[in-house]
């Protein structure tokens, strides 16, 4: 089983950043990809980025990619996502979850419960 908690959401203003942060426990997490979506009201869970454990590939939405980094942290059981140039249509909860680094959500087998991020225009 793997355990997923993510923090780092708030509220920030549209062009600011935000770090959220996903800590993994449980045996045995390094040998799942993770993934970050991102679900809004009304709509489908959406694909944002993934990054193995290595740190060697990475994967972005073309909605993010130059905006948003994912990086695994130096105590390597914690991954990143730097969020920049944040747009209005950013505004989501963010989860991160562990899987084969698919895009898609059915490919991932943990979840965490989620974090607010609004972006205010």
């Known amino acids: 089983q793997v355990q997923l908690v993510e923090s780092g959401g708030g509220l920030v203003q549209a062009g600011g950043s935000l770090r959220l942060s996903c800590a993994a426990s449980?045996?045995?997490?390094?040998?799942?990809?993770v993934g970050w979506f991102r679900q809004a009201p009304g709509t489908e869970r959406e694909f944002v980025a993934a990054i193995s454990w290595s740190g060697g590939t990475t994967y972005y939405a073309d909605s993010v990619r130059g905006r948003f980094t994912i990086s695994v942290g130096n105590a390597n059981n914690t991954v990143y996502l730097q969020m920049n140039s944040l747009k209005a249509e950013d505004t989501a909860v963010y989860y991160c979850?562990?899987?084969?680094?698919?895009?898609?959500?059915?490919?991932?087998?943990?979840w965490g419960q989620g974090t607010q991020v609004t972006v205010s225009s």
């Open positions: 449980g045996r045995p997490f390094r040998t799942y990809a």
């Open positions: 979850a562990a899987g084969t680094g698919s895009p898609r959500p059915y490919a991932y087998d943990f």
